[in-house]
């Protein structure tokens, strides 16, 4: 196939990946239909996609992973700064020639039997001026039609970069080279020793090996658009962040723009697509994972969403909590690690109907509530499941989604999961209190990422496996954002949807957060005031209104409380988190602590 480009940049780096990876042949991609069609017609004849039932499920797939390859590895996740400071305490660092070297071994014939697919790609609208190229050489097809959905795969990026060398290189193998004859497994991976998710932030390079997973391998996602972007926006004075966009309307037809950055699986799907209780406001999705963001020329922040599709939490996606999710995969999409129904279909636990049994995650026959070998029952899908779906599908995608001068951000979110101790809803008191709740938010552990323990963490804001560089240079940018934005900088709130009593959520959640919205928004227009408390602001009694709900008093006061005690505790955890930022922790961040242990008293 001849190489529909000139740039010499490019075409240097790809013969010398080829010569490196040695593929049997090497495909330049298009983002074409056909080009998907029938790179899954190639799957579904190998055995590594089932085409799923096309009355129910038009145009869509299903792939189960490796069982050892079903989630980001953060442990095999690395930020090859040439500086090891550079990297910071939150990531992992090995010297760039040292890892390239290790890396370029693992790589020697590594896509032997297979095919290089090069993928070029935008991150944001094609072609505007805060969009990034970049190309995706990677030997899974898996990811070249994941990639279709989640990214702008078009030939207009090499025409772009014609003439700029202007793009981002990134490298991909599932690291599993197929010997002369040897069959192919469903879903080609190294084992975990061998895989090496690596950036290399000062060149803008991406090399990742030995996964297939989302995270992992989509590297236009979490490596692109928030590890190395992050670098680029701290040192260009911009923001990427792991954060949902939402357009949030009231009855006069006023809109809000909402950016709210919860770690991996808490809740910021289910948030960007929110049914809306409170008569006359409704919510409409411009992103659910990623945001970048600029100063626009008002001097107000303005955000676009990179993506071009969701790569969504199948578990807990049911008509009754995510209904727009679940319609926007109602067709052309990819699902992996979900059980295949018997009249292939898909479902997943949670998903709020009956399956009568069909084929689990692992590829086993499976019937629901079946027991393993101790008793315990056996989940169908996997619980990091995910469902690949496009954006365009989504019945509430903002129509203006795709405009590349973004939207102007009213309200930062930020927060986690939390079985208690946060309440419901606090504001900040200005722009770098909430710089300090977004830095020490914390979370309990989720089925996103593999190895991070079993305790709560912190999670900067959310971005904790994302940060491209220093965190406490990350946590000082946050204050510089908010200097250079001054009153125009959006007001921060920090929520928590998760308090437990027992195994029962105190707050229905889900739909029923736009009365959290609604209260930003009141609060943002002056319609409302506050009640101040040692943590932040919180609601008036009435003024975050519970008509119709049937939370019983003592649930209410359970959600609301401001545990002095345990926010001390809060507060020395912190501080303890934050010593190992040493001299980089922002002068600003100290601040913020001692004044809220002296409001604690
Ligand atoms: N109880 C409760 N659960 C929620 C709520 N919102 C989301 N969840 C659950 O949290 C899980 C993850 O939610 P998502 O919205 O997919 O998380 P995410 O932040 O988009 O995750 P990533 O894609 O990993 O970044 C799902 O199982 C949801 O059902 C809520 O308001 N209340
Ligand atoms: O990166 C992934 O695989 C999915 C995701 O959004 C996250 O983990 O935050
Ligand atoms: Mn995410």
Avoid at 78 to 89: H, R
Avoid at 195 to 211: D, R, T, V
Avoid at 453 to 461: E, N, V
Wanted: net charge negative; charged share 25%; proline share 6%.
């Amino acid at each position: 196939m001849s190489a529909p480009t000139t740039n010499k940049k490019l075409l240097d780096w790809v013969a010398e990946v080829e010569a490196m990876c040695t593929p049997d042949q090497v495909v330049w991609c298009d983002g074409s239909k056909e080009e998907y069609d029938r790179l899954m017609a190639e799957m579904v004849e190998s055995g590594a996609a089932i085409k799923l039932n096309e009355e129910k499920r038009p145009n869509s797939f299903a792939f189960n992973s490796d069982p050892s390859d079903v989630a980001r590895v953060e442990n095999r996740t690395y930020i090859a700064s040439v500086k090891e400071e550079d990297a910071g305490p939150t990531n992992n660092w090995i010297d760039p020639e040292e890892l390239k070297e290790t890396m370029r071994g693992l790589y020697k014939g590594c896509m032997k039997g297979r095919t290089m697919y090069i993928i070029p790609f935008s991150m944001g609208p094609v072609g505007s001026p805060i969009a990034k190229n970049a190309i995706e050489i990677t030997d899974s097809a898996y990811v070249v039609c994941n990639m279709h959905i989640m990214t702008r795969v078009t030939t207009e990026v090499l025409r772009l970069i014609e003439k700029t060398d202007d793009f981002i290189p990134c490298l991909h193998s599932v690291g599993a080279p197929l010997e002369e004859g040897q069959k192919d497994v469903r879903w080609p991976c190294a084992p975990i020793e061998k895989k090496y998710i690596a950036h290399f932030p000062e060149e803008n390079l991406i090399w990742s090996f030995g996964s297939g997973y989302g995270g992992n391998a989509l590297l236009g996602k979490k490596c692109l658009a928030l590890r190395i972007a992050s670098a680029m926006a701290g040192r260009e004075g911009w923001m990427a962040e792991h954060m949902l966009i939402l357009r949030f309307t009231n009855p006069e037809g006023k809109k809000f723009h909402v950016a709210a950055a919860f770690p991996s699986a808490c809740g910021k799907t289910n948030l960007a697509m929110l049914q809306s209780t409170v008569p006359g406001w409704k919510v409409e999705t411009i992103g659910d994972d990623i945001a970048w963001m600029k100063p626009g020329a008002d001097g107000r922040l303005y955000a676009i969403n990179p993506e071009a599709g969701f790569f969504g939490v199948a578990p807990g996606t049911a008509e009754y909590s995510n209904p727009m999710a679940l319609a926007a995969c109602s067709k052309d999409t990819i699902f992996t690690n979900v059980v295949v129904t018997e009249d292939k279909d898909v479902w997943w636990e949670d998903m709020g109907i009956d399956c009568a049994g069909g084929t689990d995650w692992k590829n086993n026959p499976w019937k629901p509530g079946m027991k393993d070998a101790d008793g315990n029952t056996i989940k169908g899908a996997h619980p990091n499941s995910r469902f690949s779906a496009r954006a365009a599908n989504c019945p509430v995608i903002c129509a203006d989604w795709e405009d590349p001068a973004g939207v102007p951000i009213d309200i930062f979110v930020f927060g986690g999961k939390r079985t208690s101790v946060m309440p419901l809803v606090h504001e900040a008191f200005d722009f770098e209190q909430g710089v300090y709740m977004g830095a020490t938010a914390s979370s309990e552990p989720t089925a996103a990422a593999l190895d991070v323990g079993a305790k709560l963490r912190f999670d900067p804001f959310a971005m904790t496996p994302f940060i491209g560089y220093h965190a406490g240079d990350y946590m000082q940018h946050w204050f510089d954002m908010g200097e250079k934005l001054g009153d125009k900088a959006p007001r921060c709130f920090y929520v928590n949807w998760f308090q437990k009593d027992g195994k029962k959520f105190l707050w229905p959640g889900f739909g029923e957060n736009s009365r959290v919205l609604k209260w930003m928004c009141d609060r943002v227009e002056g319609k409302v005031e506050a009640r101040e408390t040692p943590i932040g602001l919180m609601p008036i009694d009435g003024d975050l209104t519970l008509d119709g709900l049937d939370i019983p008093a003592e649930d209410w006061e359970k959600l609301m409380k401001v545990d002095t005690e345990a926010f001390k505790a809060t507060v020395a955890d912190a501080k303890d988190y934050l010593a190992k930022f040493g001299d980089k922790l922002p002068a600003k961040m100290t601040e913020q602590l001692e004044k809220l242990e002296a409001r604690l008293g």
